[in-house]
């Protein structure tokens, strides 16, 4: 069975300065001001090719190319920034950030596959699931606000090297 574009983890991130491009072009559209620290913390996020943390992304940008001693509250603003216009997306479970499959939608959920071994995260288009937790919740007189659905185990690969 072929998989679907939309579940290989590096759909339209496999080129990270595409990417930003993309993103730039949103933040034209919407009237958004992308930064050069937020396209750098961007550029790092998509380039990553797996959840990257909030401090290794600071390590990185401070050893970038002209880079300065950037603060913690610098990335912390950018990472802000691009979840707040669904540029990027907050794993909760493992604390990390991934770049969002589609960067010219406003943010949304998502369900994640992410593989306990080698670390990678698959966003999982599936609207269907989204809509069915928000039924049930509502169903329930439960008011959902956000979700975060995040499913860990082992990827194709991992588990077939197991």
């Not at 993309?22 to 933040?27: G, K, Y």
């Not at 090719?49 to 992304?57: F, M, V």
């Not at 919740?137 to 690969?157: I, S, Y």
């Amino acid at each position: 069975m072929a998989s679907h574009a939309c579940i290989d983890p590096k759909h339209h991130v496999h080129d990270a300065p595409g990417f930003v491009h993309a993103v730039e072009r949103a933040c034209h559209e919407r009237g958004l001001r992308l930064t050069p620290i937020r396209a750098r913390v961007l550029g790092l996020i998509a380039d990553g090719g797996k959840p990257l943390k909030a401090y290794d992304l600071l390590e990185q940008v401070r050893s970038g190319e002209g880079a300065g001693a950037a603060a913690p509250p610098t990335v912390y603003r950018a990472l802000d920034f691009l979840l707040a216009n669904g540029f990027i997306h907050k794993l909760e479970s493992v604390n990390a950030f991934v770049a969002c499959h589609h960067p010219n939608t406003a943010q949304h959920s998502v369900p994640f596959l992410i593989c306990d071994r080698c670390h990678n995260a698959v966003e999982l288009e599936d609207k269907h699931v989204v809509a069915q937790l928000d039924e049930r919740a509502r169903a329930l007189g439960f008011m959902p606000q956000a979700q975060t659905l995040e499913v860990h185990g082992l990827c194709a690969d991992c588990a077939r090297a197991a």
